[in-house]
């Protein structure tokens, strides 16, 4: 685990030629440990086994960690881009700082403050870059990302204050982000699948589908806001169907059947089905079927991990010039990630520690490997072909 550490800090001192440092080689690795170590020790403090980690052992804690403590350093990495150390390093400390809100006590307030500014600084400087978009479908980046920052900040709340609605507000969160993985996977799926087919077949792919990704963005922007209506959670539950039925209709569209021998490319389209199947079990709680919490896990983990797993290692192995379906880890990532996911779903079924435990190792299990990976790749230990 230490050679870990000491590598990634190898990694994360890299520059490009310009002498700035791009912010995924920080955010990427510390992500994937982070969520290595944090769900497993949120599920022992949520059992009184870690005491000391006071703010994972409710489950709005736990659900915040993963929204703004994870996800949001995957989203820096991702769309940071090359940054100066004089602005990527403060970041990457406000992120490290915010991550001692854990401990409680005396930290409390310090991480509090660092992860509303940790918030506030990839705002301001993701936001504006989006704000020059001409078509309205890319237009909705600005305000999407504005408003998940937004709830980074918001939901601190719920340390100081009694009644916080916590739950409401880390929900809207996460069907803001499915939201961000729906426009953005679209988005990497769609040309990675038509060079390939090109390549392969010598046929255009479907591209973009931008009729499709149109209905999405309506549905999937609107949802959230529908659940403040009167009779919303009905209203909401039939946006979540129709906007599951568009995203499994857009998979069917990007032929995942022609990229049997593109691993990658699979591990996406996984991630991006869990996004539909996660929209359908939402529109079953919303009408009572199962609590939200439970359904909403299937976002969290299979999407989530599914997706972000797989862009963090394409992004390296690409940036060590070699061919992305020559990594070996992607399908057994979708398989350990499948496995948490579902483990995670029916645990409220079953009513046992087992199946939640499970969930966790199989999550964390996953995130070693990848931090393992990211690692491998960035530091040149990786000797597979280069590409051509």
């Known amino acids: 685990m230490f050679s870990l ?24 690795p510390l992500a994937a440990l982070h969520a290595a170590l944090f769900v497993p020790l949120s599920l022992a403090a949520m ?7 006071t703010s994972l052992a409710t489950p709005a804690g736990h659900a915040r960690e993963l929204l703004f403590g994870f996800a949001l350093a995957v989203m820096a990495g991702y769309l940071l881009g090359p940054l100066s150390r004089q602005r990527l ?67 601190l709340g719920e340390r100081y204050v009694g009644g916080w609605p916590a739950f409401s507000l880390l929900q809207q969160g996460v069907l803001l982000l499915v939201l961000l993985m729906t426009f953005m996977g679209g988005r990497l799926i769609a040309p990675a699948v038509n060079g390939y087919v090109k390549r392969q077949f010598h046929k255009s792919g479907a591209g973009v589908q931008p009729n ?34 568009l ?19 699979l591990a996406l389209m996984a991630g991006y089905a869990w996004l539909g199947a996660g929209l359908w079990l939402y529109a079953w709680a919303a009408l009572g079927g199962l ?8 976002f969290t983990i299979g999407a989530l991990g599914t997706l972000s797993s797989t862009v963090m290692l394409r992004q390296a192995v690409s940036r060590a010039k070699a061919r992305s379906e020559r990594e070996r ?32 190792l199989c999550w964390s299990a996953a995130w070693l490997v990848v931090a393992w990976r990211l690692v491998r790749w960035a530091t040149g230990q990786q000797t597979l072909p280069s590409r051509r």
Not at 5 to 28: D, L, Y
Not at 291 to 298: E, F, I, K, R, Y
């Open 212 to 245: 499709l990704e149109a209905a999405l963005i309506v549905l999937l922007g609107v949802l959230p806001a529908a659940l403040w209506l009167p009779y919303g959670k009905v209203l909401a539950a039939l946006m979540a169907a129709a906007a599951g039925a």
């Open 89 to 155: 390093i403060p970041l990457v400390a406000l992120w490290g700082l915010g991550r001692l809100g854990l401990l409680g006590g005396g930290w409390l307030v310090v991480a509090t403050l660092a992860d509303a500014l940790f918030a506030v600084g990839v705002a301001w400087w993701v936001v504006p870059r989006f704000f020059a978009a001409k078509k309205w479908r890319n237009h909705v980046l600005a305000p999407l990302i504005s408003l998940i920052c937004l709830l980074a900040v918001a939901t």
């Open 291 to 298: 609590s939200a919490s439970t359904a909403l896990h299937a």
């Open 47 to 53: 059992y009184g086994a870690v005491p000391w980690a």
């Open 247 to 265: 995203v499994m209709y857009r998979l069917w569209g990007f032929t995942p059947w022609q990229c049997r021998k593109r691993a990658d490319l």
């Open 329 to 360: 880890a992607f399908i057994p990532l979708v398989l350990l990630f499948a496995a948490a996911a579902a483990l995670r779903l029916v645990a409220w079924q079953v009513g046992g520690m087992a199946a939640l435990w499970g969930a966790a």
């Open 5 to 28: 550490f000491k590598s990634i800090r190898e990694v994360a001192s890299a520059t490009n030629r310009h002498g700035r440092m791009p912010a995924w080689q920080w955010f990427f």
